[in-house]
């Protein structure tokens, strides 16, 4: 059963039969909770509609396999929970995600599971994540040839070993990693993968506020519920300078709620809309960013579009936007009183927080969505090229 019917109308399919047609497969759907790797899918996917592809992005109610990071309960609860989801989606209508605008012509589609669900036919499909890989691989009546795996980080973190990952990189799939990093784990394992760097709207993030004109005891950080995105070391580091910058101001923002690790004399910002997400980089001084792992890590290129000096650790993810000493102030993962020295360096040495400010914003600029399309439908081996110049 789909939740959601094809959005083109039958005299509109007439016309993009023409067209290529290409298949996301996400491993699951959420129209509420911004993720960076979902926002990827959606960009390309609005790029490819208005280039003349049929663009339809796969959403299944149960998440197959073992790395189901949608839903961490189990038995009769997980199962009625998926239920509820599935109907209120369904019901409503909803189009999957409310905090991103998805071009009206890509088809959203919500099927109970990817295993088990008859999947479009296309010319393309584009596993998203270890799951997805795993479930395209099954499907033995979609050509090797059609196949491709889009690799946006190594996802030992969601369930699996590290050997089951890498199970899935030597799938029989064209490979697209979005980071240096990664590409360099495909070599490691003998593995040939296009490299399609990630990149940044710079219509939505813009530098409004110069970084002279900012008080530099108001800082920015983003909470997340998930360890390796580093919060208790962003808070602990932020607390540190507290301690001895008492009027310091921490603008906090994040998908979740509120939770009781977020000091209380912290400002939280919960899914701030394009104005507030805005102010908040062009208020803040320095943006900090702690995670032990990313794939790319967009809210610190996010933080240099609008003029933060950044101060975040040594992750690989990171290192594609964070030099030390040129771009940013990069320390140990897991070390809050590094990264605590670094803020403290950025608070009290004005001309160091400027420089690196300024020296980010202009490093940032060479990761425009534009590049990343054109190189992702080089990596699909798409024609045609009509927003390539």
């Not at 650790?313 to 590094?338: C, Q, W, Y």
Request: aromatic share 12%.
């Amino acid at each position: 059963m789909e939740a959601w019917p094809s959005v083109a109308t039958p005299e509109e399919d007439a016309v993009l039969d023409m067209s290529r047609h290409i298949v996301f497969l996400l491993p699951y759907a959420d129209n509420r909770s911004p993720a960076g790797g979902f926002k990827v899918v959606y960009e390309y996917a609005n790029r490819l509609v208005a280039d003349g592809e049929r663009v339809t992005i796969v959403y299944p109610a149960y998440a197959d396999g073992r790395a189901d990071f949608s839903f961490r309960m189990s038995g009769l609860r997980t199962r009625w929970k998926q239920h509820v989801r599935l109907l209120h989606v369904w019901l409503r209508r909803l189009h999957c995600p409310d905090w991103f605008a998805v071009h009206r012509e890509v088809s959203q589609r919500m099927v109970w599971s990817l295993e088990s669900t008859r999947l479009p036919k296309a010319d393309i499909y584009i596993a998203t994540a270890v799951q997805t890989a795993t479930t395209l691989l099954k499907r033995d009546e979609i050509p090797p040839e059609s196949k491709y795996y889009f690799i946006q980080s190594f996802e030992d973190w969601s369930g699996l070993t590290r050997a089951e990952v890498e199970a899935t990189w030597r799938y029989p799939f064209k490979k697209i990693v979005i980071s240096p990093w990664l590409q360099s784990i495909a070599q490691e394992l003998q593995v040939e993968a296009a490299l399609v760097k990630n990149g940044f709207d710079f219509d939505y993030f813009r530098c409004t506020e110069s970084p002279q004109e900012r008080d530099p005891l108001i800082i920015a950080a983003m909470y997340h519920t998930l360890e390796l995105k580093g919060w208790r070391e962003t808070a602990e580091a932020l607390t540190l300078i507290r301690e001895r910058k008492p009027s310091l101001r921490c603008l906090v923002f994040g998908a979740f709620p509120r939770g009781d690790d977020v000091p209380a004399w912290m400002e939280y910002f919960q899914s701030p809309d394009r104005e507030t997400h805005n102010h908040i980089y062009n208020t803040a001084a320095i943006y900090v960013a702690a995670s032990h792992r990313e794939g790319w890590g967009l809210t610190v290129g996010e933080a240099m579009q609008c003029g933060c000096a950044v101060a975040c650790t040594d992750n690989a993810g990171f290192a594609a936007m964070a030099i030390h000493d040129e771009t940013a102030l990069v320390s140990p993962v897991r070390d809050a009183p590094g990264l605590a020295e670094h803020i403290l360096r950025l608070i009290e040495d004005d001309a160091l927080r400027q420089r690196l400010a300024n020296a980010g914003h202009e490093f940032i600029k060479q990761f425009s969505w534009e590049t990343s399309y054109c190189r992702l439908r080089e990596a699909l081996s798409l024609a045609g090229i009509s927003q390539c110049h």
